[in-house]
């Protein structure tokens, strides 16, 4: 925030900052005050004249000291109040200053924790612990713990949260994660300050090299390897792209015939796409994906780091897209919907929904595997037909060519598919796309036939979930398929729910 305060005040005093420097360099030249340097002319009205014409400058330096105190004092005492506990039940929070509130998420309706590592924070081995509780705006956010700290809570919560019994309590250790009972060497042993300072730098710089999988919990490798060229590629071949194209015409157009009020609405726009292309970017390198004990483990960054976890049992729908660019490559990603998680979620909420940013057809059948282990052998075998397939081909039910009068160009993509207990719907040219929805995580089911459908004896099927970026329908069926699918949807979905225990994965399952 005080980086922020003193670049806006280098902005806007830059020219008087400039002259006084001159100064420096110029002896001989007028001082900015004018010959008889009494700060007048352009600078009047300037707060900074005042300040040195009043002899005010003591004064202001001792304000600044008072206000500096003041919100560092401030920042101290949001500390202080801000305090937590975990109950077999929930996670409970407290936190404000003159207005206290008093936060309890339980644990059962924990849909995923994610641990964030911001690059500043990154440098005193903080993160932050956000919990994604279902319900809008439900999200728990604990922020700053120690790295380590953070990483053993998060293990705690899930352990929780399976249906688990807490754990007997460990050994306290120390804060570089020695234990107390080893960590002096004796008296007179003790480290010197140059040794330590050389340990708190090689911990920062291991905890900036690590793997965002831990060994312990997942393998080694990741299950999906995303190389450094595909992602720029990815980038530069994805929408915004063709925006950013797009307002770098205008601009030059603009300054060609002279106007210059393209500068004030385009270049704006221009950083902005820049800006989200290199947060794309760097947000996918360094991916990693994998199961663990208490669920899909996923990783990415380069300078800031998230390591989120989805539980078993959470993941309401599935979708594996296709840009039209991407389609030559046969390159994919996989969002999905998950309680707690806004439709129009931006920034670092929109960023969990994104499982996998860029993969082939091979990598979103890995990904798949993982969200949806139980149902992925009887998913496979059709995996290929949903991608990429057209027509009445393993198990999906197609639409007719009288599709074509309202999806002339994607009639032959859209069908409906039930394997294994999931819908899968296909639909779109432009942007392919294939929607796995888990029919004991439905919320419900519905048919829909406007004048035009009718007219055509068609309608649409759509299952409703959480909300989140995945859109499950197939927009124009056979009226007589459609009202086929929405029975036994309806009645497996019933079925499926009740025998669905996998939201309690840590309770066997005779219990």
Sequence with gaps: MFLAVIGFLI???????????LLFFAPGAEPPGGPNGDFGGDFAEDPVTGLVANGLIGWALLVLVVVIALVVLGFWLAWRMHTFRVTDEALEVRSG??????????????????????????????????????????????????????????????????GARREAAQPPATGDGVPASTATAGPGAGPTLSDRAGALVGRRVDEFLAPELDPDLAPVESVV????????????????????????????????????????????????????????????????????PDGVRIGSGLLSTANQTIPPGRVHAIEASQWLLWRAFGWWTVRVNVAGQSVGANGDAARRTLVLPVGTADDVRRVIGLLAPDAIAELDPVLDAGLTGTGPHDG?????????????????????????????????????????????????????????????????????????????????????????????IADEAIERALRDRSDRWGVPHAA
Excluded: C
């Design 11 to 21: 902005a806007n005093l830059r020219e008087r900052v400039v002259e006084l420097f």
């Design 97 to 162: 200053i003159l207005f206290r509130s008093h936060r309890s998420a339980r644990l059962d309706r924990i849909q995923g924790i994610n641990v964030a590592r911001p690059v500043f924070a990154r440098l005193f081995g903080a993160a932050k612990l956000d919990v994604s509780v279902a319900g809008q705006s439900g999200n728990v956010e604990l922020s700053y713990l120690g790295s380590a700290q953070a990483d053993r809570l998060r293990g705690d919560l899930l352990r929780l949260a399976s």
């Design 225 to 292: 390897r995303i190389p450094f060229g595909r992602v720029i590629a990815s980038a530069l071949l994805g929408g915004s792209m063709i925006w950013f194209v797009a307002v770098v015409v205008a601009i030059v157009v603009g300054l060609s015939t002279g106007s210059l009020w393209v500068l004030f609405t385009f270049v704006p726009a221009a950083i902005g796409v820049v800006s989200y292309l290199w947060t794309r970017i760097t947000g996918s390198l360094r991916y990693t994906i994998a199961g663990t």
């Design 396 to 488: 999906f039910t197609p639409a007719p060519r009288r599709a074509a009068w309202i999806r002339p160009f994607s009639w032959r993509r859209i069908g409906l598919g039930i394997v294994g207990g999931t819908a899968l719907l296909r639909r779109g040219w432009l942007l392919r796309s294939l929607a796995l929805v888990p029919l004991a995580r439905m919320q419900s089911v519905a048919v829909a036939s406007g004048p035009l459908r009718r007219g055509l004896g068609l309608a649409s099927v759509r299952i409703h979930t959480v909300a989140g970026p995945v859109t499950a329908e197939a927009p124009a069926l056979d009226r007589a398929d459609a009202d086929d699918a929405y029975a036994r």
